[in-house]
């Protein structure tokens, strides 16, 4: 593809080795071969193909395989459709860096990441002065006013040799609990860090310069756990009752390596100068993570095993960086409010500001977070993977080639569609599929419940392998359309964010009124359209100026965490702060649910704006 040649370990599918690469597909089943994302197309060449799963009798006859399940047989020559390659918005990615960096210099002018560096200048042994090595290393700190440093026996191990390679003219690095890692012969002008998002559904890795700041690189991929299950539920029990923990820590840290391995190689970057890592995720992630069996975030009465996490060396996380350096992971609240979430709220800034705000991160779980700078409250509700790509006929991720905005005319019914890269779409993501539910509802073509209507006269209504469904396109290749089961699939997800944030609120005494910002996350954060998603009763019917968009603020929080002392200590912060309820003993928690299940509610007064435009 484009020229590439990636080589292959005998028996390893074309996706393993392409991945190994830094070629990353869309693989919403994490290599089931059950999702038929993963479709490339084979030139030249043969290959053993285990099975076809979704592919058509046409695309299999134009030599379209799934890469999960295909092996090389020897030499071959692929196509990769733009539809199959997972690309991370790297504009999006380096713009919000840079704000992101520009607020850390205003709170905080000197980075503070969590490891430091200093040059020592040591005396040389002699005959006369029969000083040991640790003694004189801690003389030469001491001169430096620095007094409470602690030695690992590795760091021990291996300092008389760094001492004497440096003639006594050293780099130490350490971390800001004043633990020795390591010695080098110059402090080099870079040092690195991670940022990490382990999502449910995708796992992002930032490859950041802690000496400025700077974002080097990026990577998004699939979490390889999805071949476990696609929520955290099956996969806790997987963990517990299938014995697969370490399956699906060595899943989650395999997927984090092999994101780094290219970057470190695009950037001529060696391992040892990464010497720190920030890890956020939801509570069942870092977990996982860590290898900490998560049976008891599933049974009542719904216990982490850690919300604050001791700094573990990079060693122990196996993750292939500097293995001395400290990995800093995003505190948690509750079982289903992890760092993930305290990580949004550190980026959103709304725990300074007085003013009540609202958080919603929209991803495979909905987690939301309501309060200021004196108080706050989370929750979180389980909305399955829809908005992310997965779990939708034609789902796919907000890249190239994605639907993201519809407009139905009223009278013909007639599509027109707004694809992301100005080309040919090749499937819709999340915004795209609120756009659809939202025009075909206004246009009269599916009812409250979300029901297509078979009355209508037009063939953009048919019967297709699941049931009814709406063709949003005609390909050459194939079809795109949006199922009935995927309507119903959508709003499930909405009813279970507005009855989450209905209920919090009334936890609280509060009404929606009193509210004065909006803040989204999410991967779709940046393209949603507000006025679809009040429309579908996704978003609470408030004034647009209230919402901000704000992306992945997962990643975000983790970023800022790198490079700030002040940052990590204030996610400690507001992981204290948050008040955190579980909504799945809540009583109200199901009727909410129940009611919101129409579109957009069974109580249209709840949604001024869309009963004026629907005259209820
Ligand atoms: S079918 Fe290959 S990843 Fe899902």
């Known amino acids: 593809m484009n020229g590439k040649t990636v080589s292959a370990d005998p028996g390893k599918t074309l996706y393993e080795a392409l991945k190994a690469s830094g070629v990353y597909l869309v693989a919403s089943c994490g290599g089931k071969g059950v999702c038929g994302k993963c479709r490339v197309r084979l030139l030249e060449g043969s290959a053993k193909v285990e099975a076809t799963g979704k592919l058509l009798k046409k695309e299999i006859e134009e030599k379209f395989v799934l890469a999960c399940k295909t092996v090389p047989e020897g030499d071959l020559l692929i196509e990769v459709p733009e539809e199959s390659k997972l690309i991370i918005g790297d504009k999006i990615a380096v713009s919000k860096t840079k704000d992101l960096l520009q607020y850390l210099q205003s709170v905080e002018p000197e980075l503070t990441p969590a490891v430091r560096r200093i040059v020592l200048k040591l005396d040389p042994p002699s005959i006369q002065d029969n000083t040991g090595d640790l003694e004189r290393l801690k003389a030469a700190l001491d001169a430096q006013d620095i007094r409470d440093m602690d030695f690992s ?39 690195y860090g991670l940022a990490v998002d382990i999502g449910t559904t995708t796992v992002v890795v930032y490859l950041v310069n802690c000496a400025d700041g700077t974002l080097v690189d990026s990577g998004i991929t699939y979490n390889s756990q999805m071949r476990y299950g696609d ?60 290898g900490l069996d998560p049976a008891s975030i599933r049974e009542e009465p719904y216990i982490p095993t850690v919300n604050y996490y001791p700094v573990w060396r990079a060693g122990t996380s196996h993750l292939k960086i500097n293995s001395q350096g400290p990995v800093y992971t995003m505190p948690s609240v509750g079982s289903y409010v992890g760092g993930d979430i305290v990580a949004g709220v550190l980026a959103s800034k709304m725990y300074k500001n007085p003013e ?24 979180a509700c389980s909305m399955g993977p829809c908005f992310e790509g997965s779990g939708i006929r034609h789902g796919m991720r907000a890249t190239e080639g994605a639907i993201e905005s519809i407009r139905i005319d009223p009278s013909s019914f007639e599509p027109s569609l707004g694809v992301i890269g100005d080309t040919p779409p090749s499937g819709i993501c999340g915004s795209g599929m609120i756009d659809a539910i939202s025009e075909l509802f206004v246009a009269g073509v599916i009812d409250q419940k979300g029901k297509l209507r078979s009355d209508l006269s037009t063939d953009r209504i048919r019967t297709g392998d699941e049931g009814p469904e709406f063709v949003l396109h005609r390909g050459e290749r194939k079809d795109i359309v949006l199922a009935e089961v995927d309507i119903e ?51 609470p019917d408030l004034p647009k100026e209230k919402f901000s968009f704000i992306g992945n603020t997962s990643i975000a929080g983790a970023y800022l965490c790198l490079l700030s002392a002040q940052m990590r200590q204030e996610a400690e912060e507001i992981a204290r702060k948050m008040t955190y309820m579980e909504l799945s003993v809540s009583r109200g928690f199901m009727d909410e649910y129940m009611s919101a299940l129409f579109l957009p509610h069974t109580d249209f007064s709840l949604f001024p704006t869309v009963q004026a435009l629907y005259g209820k």
């Open 153 to 191: 026996h590795p760091f021990i191990l291996a300092m008389s040799m760094a001492l004497r390679g440096a003639a006594w003219d050293v780099c130490l690095s350490y971390t800001e609990k004043h633990e020795a890692i390591g010695l080098s012969a110059v402090c080099k002008a870079h040092h």
């Open 231 to 290: 929520d955290v539920i099956t996969r806790i029990v997987y963990a517990t009752e299938g014995g697969g923990l370490q399956a699906l820590r060595d899943a989650i840290v395999h997927d984090i390596n092999d994101l780094l391995a290219p970057m470190i190689e695009r950037n001529g970057i060696d391992r040892e100068d990464i010497d720190s890592a920030v890890v956020s995720g939801n509570t069942t992630m870092s977990q996982l993570f860590w």
């Open 356 to 379: 009540v705000a609202l958080f919603m991160d929209i991803g495979t779980n909905g987690e939301i977070a309501v309060g200021n700078s004196d108080w706050m409250m989370t929750a």
């Open 489 to 539: 699939n959508v709003i499930r997800a909405k009813a279970a964010l507005y009855a989450g944030v209905s209920v919090l609120l009334k936890e609280v005494g509060l009404t929606l009124e009193v509210v004065e910002r909006i803040y989204i996350a999410g991967g779709f954060g940046n393209y949603l359209n507000v006025d679809k998603a009040i429309m579908i009763g996704m978003l």
